[in-house]
């Protein structure tokens, strides 16, 4: 069953579990950052133990989103790979951040499944967010919304 579209929703939080709100999409896009190096059809319903007609649908789905492309590794028969856009590639701080919420409230008594390794410093660290204008954390306690300026266009609201 279809849930309900956020579609009309004027919400950048509605917007964007329009593009990856449904069940499996987000586990896709993570192993699209290839962590695991799974970028083909099999590989990712492997890894994923996910239905192909429910695969494939998420996938089409992230492909008219602009957020994964298709591209050919053989011609005869035709097959493809599936790798991030630029926009699908900015989906990595929700990735991250769904990964830290994990390890804090759901990870079993051995700790977290996964280390992430920074391969700048060489250190295993968890990402973090800061304010991209003086680099403090950024959190819940720590941050308050306000309305954005608005103005009118063709009947919808948009940000100014």
Not at 49 to 73: F, Q
Not at 109 to 130: I, M
Not at 135 to 151: I, K, L, N, Q, S
Request: hydrophobic share 35%.
């Amino acid at each position: 069953m279809r849930r309900k579209s956020f579609a009309d929703f004027d919400c950048s939080i509605a917007q964007t579990l329009e593009v990856v709100g449904e069940w499996w999409t987000l586990l896709i896009v993570r192993d699209l950052f290839g962590f695991k190096g799974h970028y083909r059809f099999e590989e990712l319903q492997e890894d994923l133990g996910i239905s192909r007609n429910i695969l494939t649908e998420r996938l089409d789905g992230l492909i008219r989103n602009g957020v994964v492309e298709k591209r050919a590794y053989q011609e005869n028969p035709p097959r493809y790979e599936y790798h991030l856009t630029r926009k699908g590639k900015d989906l990595f701080p929700i990735i991250m951040e769904l990964l830290n919420w994990g390890d804090k409230w759901a990870s079993g008594p051995d700790g977290p499944p996964v280390l992430l390794h920074h391969t700048t410093c060489g250190h295993d660290a968890r990402a973090v967010e800061t304010c991209s204008h003086c680099g403090e954390p950024f959190t819940g306690r720590t941050v308050e919304g306000r309305d954005a300026p608005y103005v009118e266009q063709k009947g919808r609201r948009f940000a100014s």
